[in-house]
């Protein structure tokens, strides 16, 4: 790539999970579920004498993304008909926006591995229908669902700013943690609920005028957006170093061979015939609307992870981990509303709570324990009522159970042994039945303090006070001497 300067431009279709479809009253969750092409009206199926009515829900959602996205709303803007001859819309037609779209000029910053920030342009975010599902068979023919053809569709284009397929990733990947943040899109990319496709070409390094550029389909991973997007750069780049033209087509990505392949040659606009649908009257929104979808938005990514760093003292790394799923950052902010110290209750979220999520399959959001649950167990470990092992004990019975920490606590019988006199007398046996490990800790081998510790609190059943334990071991083993064995005369 080196004589070679990539140039990117994503195009993002997000479903919206609203009740029902864009243009009809079909329920948008039989798309997925019901049988093929039971979920179908005559208006998605585009019969004659049929005419669409704009869904309210699915303008609401679109204009939450665009105002998250810092874009400029245009409050006068027109459906067109986006003309083509593909099975997957019946009437031969997409109902879309073109001239006049929903939204204009945003922009995005994303996290780079450098560390660094970049800020993607945004071109344009409009509406319109989904298509129909074709499925290729392999011996031959295509079977066509037309369930989710109708369904509402927001399309984010970006600018040409992005370099490689990691940008691509990174970019793609905010645009998703940003949808489900609003509650628009699941961002479930295997169920083709979000797809992503990437428009790319290269030129040389210090021109401004763009290269032939290819586009991308049927990417269902971040993974294949990123490999797909740099093996797509590089082909290119031996094309034209072999003296060929790079031609502008759709290619596929092949998951198993890890390259692309040419799907069709692909159409210029002029080709969509687009023209203002005939059926639908302009959209004119108002100022109101406007305020309404913005006063529901919620906090976004980028200004939780800030509050986190700068108002909770959480790093970068932790913020960012938190902040990543919504209903995980709620969970925490809970927590810590709650009482719960904001530096504890992650080290909790990330390091404990994550792993039994992780290991039993669910999300936060089924979880048994409470966030104030969390906090008292927190709370009990400071006061030294329990261990930090047992806490983890405790938390997995609570993620079992849902039960709070101080009932298990007694109904097990964990409280942590504390009573120094109590400890001490387990420490005299277990030095006098170890008089060889003993010897050898006073000769240097200090690391078997540890070792030591470790015996406490197996006699104790993981009960003792782990501080109280490491005292009373150091000042016993300096002061231990063998018992002198004696016998009667």
Not at 6 to 21: C, D, F, Q, R, Y
Not at 228 to 244: C, I
Not at 345 to 366: H, K, P, R, T, Y
């Amino acid at each position: 790539m080196a004589p070679y300067e990539p140039v990117i431009g994503l195009e993002i279709h997000a479903e919206l999970m609203t009740e029902s479809k864009m243009f009809c009253g079909c329920r948008v969750v039989d798309s997925v579920e019901a049988a093929p092409n039971t979920a179908v009206c005559p208006v998605c199926l585009g019969m004659p004498g049929m005419l669409p009515v704009i869904n309210r829900r699915a303008v609401v959602y679109a204009l939450r993304v665009a105002l998250a996205l810092h874009c400029q709303i245009q409050l006068y803007n027109v459906f067109a008909r986006k003309n083509y001859f593909y099975p997957d819309l019946p009437k031969a037609f997409q109902i879309s926006q073109y001239e006049l779209p929903l939204a204009v000029n945003g922009w995005l910053d994303i996290q780079l591995d450098s560390g660094d920030t970049k800020r993607v342009r945004i071109r344009r975010v409009h509406m319109e229908e989904d298509t129909g599902k074709l499925t290729h068979l392999e011996q031959g023919g295509t079977l066509v669902d037309y369930n989710r053809s109708g369904v509402p569709l927001l399309e984010i284009v970006s600018e040409p700013d992005i370099r490689s397929g990691e940008e691509a990733r990174a970019y793609a990947s905010k645009i998703r943690q940003i949808l489900r943040y609003l509650g628009v899109n699941s961002g479930d990319m295997e169920k083709g609920v979000l797809r992503v496709e990437p428009n790319i070409s290269i030129r040389s390094v210090g021109s401004t005028s763009f290269g032939t550029r290819t586009e991308l389909k049927n990417l269902n991973s971040f993974r294949s957006l990123a490999d797909g997007t740099d093996f797509e750069l590089a082909r290119q780049a031996a094309v034209l170093e072999s003296g060929g033209k790079v031609v502008q087509e759709t290619r596929g990505w092949h998951d198993t061979r890890r390259e692309t392949f040419s799907q069709r040659i692909k159409e210029e606009a002029d080709d969509y015939r687009y023209f203002a649908e005939p059926d639908l009257p302009p959209l004119r929104l108002n100022e109101g609307w406007i305020a309404a979808a913005g006063a529901d938005l919620p906090e976004l990514p980028d200004a939780k992870v800030t509050r986190y760093r700068e108002s909770l003292g959480l790093s970068t790394y932790d913020a960012a981990v938190l902040a990543e799923d919504r209903q995980v950052a709620q969970w925490f902010d809970e927590a810590v509303d709650a009482g719960g110290d904001p530096k504890a209750m992650a080290n909790w979220v990330i390091n404990d709570l994550f792993s039994l999520l992780n290991e039993s399959g669910i999300g936060i959001e089924q979880l048994a324990i409470r966030p104030e649950d969390l906090v008292a167990l927190s709370g009990m470990v400071a006061e030294q009522l329990i261990n930090s092992s047992t806490a983890r004990e405790v938390l997995a019975e609570m993620f079992t159970s849902g039960e709070p920490p101080a009932a298990i606590v007694d109904q097990k019988g964990l409280a942590q042994i504390s009573d120094e006199a109590a400890l001490a007398t387990i420490i005299a046996v277990i030095l006098d039945e170890n008089d060889g490990q003993v010897l050898a800790y006073q000769q240097g081998k200090e690391k078997l303090l540890g070792w030591f510790v470790g015996q406490v609190m197996r006699a104790t059943q993981g009960k003792g006070n782990p501080e109280i334990v490491r005292e009373l071991l150091l000042l016993q083993l300096d002061s231990w001497s063998p018992l002198e064995n004696t016998t009667a005369d």
